[in-house]
């Protein structure tokens, strides 16, 4: 049964940085994985995935400021990470750890296209 586990949110003023991490186990074939956030009262939005091949993609809104990784890769039990740089207000939000089996993987694919999703992590950037 694959389980994820978000850590890491916390409040942070504009221009800084956070990492957030998932704990994830369970993984016993091949996935893709990723982070969407929900902002209050707005739509959920895919900001960043990582194929089980390595192959990375990143939502307009966070490119060059955010970094998807998982350490180890190809691992039943692995962490994945999202490291957020030059933070604004508008990154604030609750943040969810993702999955899907191995297949299309990219920040255009829908909510319902990810089964797995951990409990989310709250981030708040303010001025």
């Keep these: 049964q694959v389980h994820l586990a978000e850590s890491g949110g916390d409040s942070v003023q504009v221009g800084g940085s956070l990492r957030l991490s998932c704990a994830a186990s369970g ?3 091949v996935f893709c994985m990723g982070w969407f956030r929900q902002p209050p009262g707005k739509e959920r939005e895919l900001v960043a995935t990582i194929d089980a091949d390595g192959s990375i ?5 966070v490119k060059g400021r955010f970094t ?3 350490d180890p890769e190809d691992n039943a039990e692995t962490t994945l990470f999202l490291q957020m740089e030059s933070l604004k207000p508008e990154d604030s939000a609750m943040y969810y750890c993702v999955a899907k089996p ?3 993987c990219s920040p255009d ?3 319902d296209a990810f089964g797995y999703w951990g409990q989310g992590t709250q981030v708040t950037v303010s001025s």
């Design 27 to 29: 993984l016993y074939t």
């Design 57 to 61: 993609g990143y939502g307009d809104s």
């Design 68 to 70: 998807i990784s998982q």
């Design 102 to 104: 191995a297949g299309l």
């Design 109 to 111: 694919l829908p909510a």
